[in-house]
């Protein structure tokens, strides 16, 4: 499938699931550009990505902020 081809198939599946876009593509695409950039490839009306979309967690009350939840040993880089 086409790259153009699957965004256009995360767009009408997450509009139709009231979901983020960028959730319903192939680990591909997700382990090989960051959030912003595949978000960037749709035209959504109105963004419902949250921050566990985004890459983001609570970690906790006395933890501080939120921090990046982004491992290097859970990125899958197919050869």
């Known amino acids: 499938m086409r790259r153009d081809e699957m965004f256009k198939l995360a767009e009408a599946e997450a509009k139709a699931a009231d979901t ?5 593509l192939e680990a591909f695409y997700a382990n090989h550009w960051d959030f912003g950039t595949l978000c960037a490839g749709f035209a959504c009306e109105e963004c419902v990505a ?3 979309d985004i890459g983001y967690c609570n970690v906790g009350e006395d933890d501080g902020p939120a921090h990046r939840n982004e491992l290097e040993e859970d990125w899958e880089i197919p050869f």
């Open 20 to 24: 983020c876009p960028v959730n319903l």
């Open 50 to 52: 949250t921050l566990e």
